[in-house]
C-alpha cells in the first residue's frame, strides 16, 4: 500500500503498488510492470521490500478458514 504525499492526500486515501497489484491481461500487467520500474529507478516510487526466503513456504493445506465478523 502507498499512501500520497501530504499534498495529494484526501482523507484517508492510498493506492495498491503497482508491482502488488492484479491485472485483468499479461500485457497489462507487463507494461505496468515495467512503468513501476522505471518509476522506482528514476525515486518517484518506493521498491516493494519483500522478504528473502532461504526455502519457499509451506504450500496451505485444506480448505481455508473463512468467517465473517
Not at 509451506?58 to 481455508?64: N, V
Amino acid at each position: 500500500m502507498l499512501r500520497p504525499r501530504s499534498e495529494e492526500r484526501t482523507g484517508h486515501s492510498y493506492r495498491l503498488h503497482p508491482l502488488a497489484a492484479k491485472y485483468e491481461t499479461p500485457e497489462a500487467m507487463e507494461a505496468a510492470f515495467r512503468a513501476a520500474l522505471a518509476r522506482i529507478q528514476a525515486g518517484d516510487l518506493p521498491n516493494l521490500k519483500l522478504p528473502t526466503y532461504h526455502q519457499a513456504p509451506p504450500a496451505p493445506t485444506g480448505r481455508p478458514k473463512l468467517q465473517v465478523a
